[in-house]
């Protein structure tokens, strides 16, 4: 079964600190996508970021950087010298585009607060 | 490029009654997801919808029941609402035959059950 698991509930750091977000997922399949979404107050989903399981490299945008390890399942996400604007819910997920269904699975989310 | 809309924004209902949320995909976007996302917890898949058929449903009960138009867009109806169904119900449309999994996600409804 497909399974993403966010284990940071909350993270409150101080502004123009770095912040990582794990995310561990689980999936038998060979082909899959990993994501990375930002939810703010208002509740709408932000798309950051989509990964396909052949590409390994490692990306930046700006104070934005993945870091994806296919040997240990894992998506984590960094922000470098973090600013208020960025608290908000970041969650991660994982979707297998050959089911029968683009469905997108979701983590938890982790709950990231910028204090000033 | 107009994005996902959804309406209404807020909705109150009481237990046993049913209810209908309405969903515009994106400019080009044949394909309509939903999701609903009780407080707290990441989005759970519902159902999704392309070229007006159901094309996958998550674990969710058949009171839970879709539909989707000509022009893609969608309605997610809910009967015999029970107070576990309060929650943000978020759409997601895409363009199926692209790079899969491109979807955009609407504001929400946020639906709220007594």
């Known amino acids: 079964a497909q399974k993403v698991t966010q284990a940071q509930t909350e993270i409150s750091v101080v502004e123009k600190e770095d912040v990582t977000l794990d995310c561990v997922y689980e999936t038998r399949d060979t082909t899959y996508y990993l994501f990375w979404y930002k939810q703010p107050p208002s509740g709408e989903l932000v798309f950051l970021i989509r990964?396909?399981?052949?590409?390994?490299q490692n990306e930046i945008s700006g104070r934005y950087s993945w870091n994806f390890q296919k040997s240990t399942s894992s998506f984590n996400f960094t922000i470098t010298a973090s600013q208020v604007v960025d608290s908000a819910v970041y969650f991660c997920a994982l979707s297998e585009p050959y089911s029968s269904a683009s469905k997108i699975i979701f983590g938890s989310g982790t709950r990231l607060s910028i204090r000033p | 490029e107009t994005g996902v809309t959804q309406s209404p924004t807020h909705l109150i209902k009481t237990r046993g009654q049913q209810v209908t949320l309405r969903c515009s995909s994106q400019s080009g976007h044949n394909t309509v997801s939903w999701y609903q996302q009780a407080l707290g917890q990441g989005p759970q898949f519902i159902f999704q919808?392309?070229?007006?058929?159901?094309?996958g449903r998550g674990n969710f009960p058949p009171r839970f029941s879709g539909l989707q138009f000509p022009n893609y867009s969608s309605e997610l109806n809910v009967n015999a609402l029970e107070l576990d169904d309060s929650a943000l119900y978020l759409c997601?449309?895409?363009?199926?035959?692209?790079?899969?999994?491109?979807?955009?996600f609407g504001p929400g409804t946020r639906l709220t059950v007594l």
């Open positions: 919808y392309y070229r007006e058929e159901e094309n």
């Open positions: 990964r396909n399981s052949f590409d390994e």
């Open positions: 997601a449309s895409s363009f199926s035959g692209r790079a899969p999994n491109e979807q955009f």
